[in-house]
């Protein structure tokens, strides 16, 4: 029987990370299509996955495979990967077939799995496992431990990646409910109507004049058609748009640096 591996101790903690970051689910092929070609390029593989893992499932995110239709979500304990969520260092097998764990899974006894299997956990920079990002070919194949090393540096850079992720969702919800008690503290009278119309007048998307009567009236937008300071303020406080090139003043005695710094924040 396969077995099934024991949760971790901060189980719950690191559940709800990968739950609070809301990409399970969605169409994540693209925003993490470099990492898997990478790892491709780099082994010679011809399978490559980013998966999280949440307390139930493990789901793709993206992933090279000559499977293209194959399931993206399976429950966590049918997985490989289940059993490497604790180990601090990739775990490479040559052969699956031959593995004490692996080697009982139902789809390596029935042949459908073969091949060689690298997992990497990818974590947080305080240690949360996130999910894994899987390296696998077909017929077992040598991996380098150099290429081992490339990929695992590549791996901690894609648990920071998703780390800074979650603190700029994190932060943003923060700022948009500021905005909101903002919203309901000046403007009593504000109806959700009312802030979505705003919303689309600063998108253009409102159809007539008349769309924006109730707006003129809470003075968000003037007489003219033009989006007043305390409506523009309202905006801001929502946190709604990114502010482009932030201005700042830089001393450009160290050209070099100088230049680097104009640049850091991209």
């Known amino acids: 029987m396969y077995p099934v591996a024991d949760k971790l101790p901060?189980?719950?903690e690191r559940a709800a990370f990968v739950e609070a970051l809301a990409l399970i689910g969605t169409d994540q092929q693209d925003e993490f299509y470099a990492f898997c070609e990478i790892g491709k390029l780099l082994s010679g593989?011809?399978?490559t996955m980013v998966s999280l893992i949440d307390s139930t499932h493990q789901c793709v995110l993206s992933g090279i495979s000559i499977e293209p239709d194959a399931d993206r979500s399976w429950p966590v304990e049918k997985s490989f990967c289940q059993h490497i969520l604790a180990d601090l260092e990739p775990t490479i097998v040559f052969d699956i077939s031959e593995h004490p764990v692996f080697g009982k899974h139902p789809n390596v006894v029935s042949g459908k799995m073969t091949g060689s299997y690298c997992g990497f956990p990818i974590r947080t920079s305080d240690n949360l496992v996130l999910g894994t990002y899987c390296l696998g070919n077909d017929t077992p194949k040598a991996i380098s431990t150099e290429v081992v090393?490339?990929?695992?540096?590549m791996v901690t850079k894609l648990g920071a990646y998703l780390?800074?992720?979650s603190n700029i969702q994190r932060d943003n919800s923060h700022k948009m409910l500021l905005g909101l008690k903002h919203a309901q503290e000046n403007y009593p009278?504000?109806?959700l109507q009312d802030l979505i119309l705003l919303i689309e007048f600063r998108n253009g998307n409102f159809k007539n004049a008349n769309d924006l009567k109730p707006l003129k009236k809470l003075k968000l937008i003037s007489e003219h058609e033009k989006l007043t300071d305390n409506g523009a303020e309202l905006l801001d406080k929502l946190n709604l748009y990114d502010t482009s090139f932030a201005s700042r003043k830089?001393?450009?005695?160290?050209?070099?640096?100088a230049f680097?710094?104009?640049?850091?924040d991209l």
């Open 250 to 257: 830089i001393d450009f005695t160290d050209q070099a640096a």
């Open 260 to 264: 680097d710094a104009l640049f850091e």
């Open 189 to 191: 009278e504000l109806t």
């Open 45 to 47: 593989y011809s399978k």
């Open 149 to 153: 090393s490339a990929v695992d540096n």
């Open 163 to 165: 780390q800074r992720q």
């Open 10 to 12: 901060n189980e719950i």
